[in-house]
């Protein structure tokens, strides 16, 4: 039951992000760059998201690029115990855990210096 439900908060999300554009307003969501006016890891990832569902890759990519390194991951993680059976899955999902953990830190530092050549969220 729990299942179904993350599925359609999951398929009503990708609508939504399909048919809103969130470039319009000029709204900045994310607290954390409200209060500190730097980008965190997920800054952009809701336009990278809709530019995607719109096969604008390359707009996508600009916003956020860490999406298509963090998407195979995470599909990675949640498929792990099918498709290394499930007392090796711990293992792996212990090390892809790390592996994004150190990713995601890496990106959101480099991201807040000069030398990140994407958009300037």
Do not use: E, K, Q
Not at 29 to 55: E, K, Q, S
Not at 91 to 108: K, S
Request: overall charge positive; hydrophobic content about 55%.
């Amino acid at each position: 039951m729990l299942s179904l439900v993350v599925l359609a908060a999951g398929a009503f999300a990708l609508v939504a992000a399909y048919h809103i554009d969130p470039t319009d307003n000029g709204l900045i969501l994310c607290p954390y760059r409200l209060l500190t006016g730097w980008a965190c890891p997920g800054c952009g990832l809701t336009r990278a998201v809709h530019y995607a569902l719109h096969a604008n890759l390359h707009a996508a990519f600009i916003h956020n690029p860490l999406a298509f390194v963090a998407a195979p991951l995470v599909l990675g993680f949640a498929t792990a115990p099918r498709l290394v059976g499930h007392a090796r899955a711990s293992r792996w999902r212990t090390a892809l855990g790390w592996f994004g953990l150190a990713l995601t830190l890496a990106f959101w530092l480099w991201r807040n210096t000069p030398a990140y050549p994407f958009l300037r969220l």
